[in-house]
């Protein structure tokens, strides 16, 4: 890669809860990170319009209680009241198609000498809401270098684990099961994107997509597919489960772009969860304020044809 993502947001001499508690602290660190951030010379943080945003991640509780995870069901709380059902430890995720190293590897030979860091993102959901979110993880990079991606990959396929004897939404048909997403390989060899494990320090909470998840900061939420169990790259694009329901609404590319209104709702503004101070609803960004960092890969691109 050409470079390697350094979040400015990094918390790493102080435990999240300790952290979290002690508000005074935190802003006074944040404050001083966001003075360097024309010294450290790219637009990481995503500019002074959400800055806020970046100092002031959205609590524990509201990011593991208001969730999407229709395996559990389609209410914001189904995740947080069924998702301990699942298994999580063994988990094993299958690596496949055109790769050097093809094979089902078990999580924890994966993590095996892999350094997690933390990763303070916005995350934006297509149906206008979003949070901020300290995720703790690793580059998706780091993994397809080392299993090796070959000539001719040009996108990888994800799929969530299919498990309906624990996943009551599964039971149903709400949606074409296993949920499956997918990116074009630049997308997943971008240093932004990653594989979370975790979030406020803590191994990831069942609702959020235990034990690994995809996160992709500049996309909207549903294209960062939970409790992963095969990634497998690929010559053509993948199907993808929002997409195939209905392209119209749900592209593959799924960009956060305020000047692209989804057909039922327009994308120029968000409510930022969690209440309070920053309740109201705020000016949607462009790439979710992750423009300077990865705009060149959709150069030339007609942005509201490829949404
Ligand atoms: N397997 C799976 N992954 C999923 C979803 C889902 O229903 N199933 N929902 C997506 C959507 S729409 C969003 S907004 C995010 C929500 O992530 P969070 O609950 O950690 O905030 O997960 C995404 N990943
Ligand atoms: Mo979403």
């Not at 990094?10 to 003075?35: H, S, Y």
């Not at 299958?94 to 995350?123: C, H, K």
């Not at 624990?166 to 499956?180: A, C, F, K, S, V």
Request: proline letters at 7%; charged letters at 20%.
């Amino acid at each position: 890669m050409a470079y390697r993502y350094r979040s400015p947001l990094t918390r790493t001499d102080v435990t999240p809860k300790e952290i979290f508690m002690n508000r005074r602290q935190w802003m006074a660190g944040a404050g001083a990170v966001v003075g360097t951030g024309a010294a450290l010379g790219s637009g990481l943080i995503g500019g002074p319009a959400h800055a806020q945003d970046a100092l002031e991640p959205n609590s524990f509780e509201d990011i593991t209680s208001y969730n999407n995870y229709y395996e559990f069901g389609t209410s914001k709380t189904d995740p947080s009241n069924y998702a301990h059902e699942l298994t999580t430890d063994p988990w094993s995720i299958e690596i496949d198609g055109m790769v050097d190293n093809p094979g089902t590897y078990s999580l924890a030979d994966l993590l095996d000498g892999q350094t997690i860091e933390e990763r303070i993102y916005r995350f934006r959901c297509v149906e206008a809401w979003s949070m901020v979110v300290p995720w703790n993880g690793f580059e998706l990079a780091d993994l397809l270098t080392r299993v090796g991606v070959q000539d001719g990959a040009q996108y990888v396929a994800f799929e969530t684990v299919y498990r309906p004897d624990e996943m009551p939404g599964q039971r149903r048909n709400i949606l074409d099961w296993p949920y499956r997403e997918g990116l074009r390989l630049d997308e997943a060899m971008h240093p932004l994107t990653l594989l979370a494990t975790g979030l406020y320090g803590e191994p990831m909470p069942n609702q959020n997509g235990a034990p690994i998840r995809l996160v992709v900061p500049w996309k909207y939420g549903f294209k960062s597919i939970k409790s992963i169990v095969r990634i497998s790259l690929v010559a053509d694009q993948p199907e993808t489960t929002w997409n195939m329901i209905n392209a119209r609404e749900y592209g593959f590319y799924s960009n956060v772009n305020p000047n692209v209104d989804h057909p039922r709702w327009s994308q120029a503004t968000e409510r930022r969860v969690g209440g309070g101070l920053f309740s109201s609803r705020q000016p949607t960004l462009m790439f979710n304020g992750y423009e300077d960092d990865v705009a060149s890969m959709y150069e030339g691109m007609d942005l509201s044809e490829y949404y």
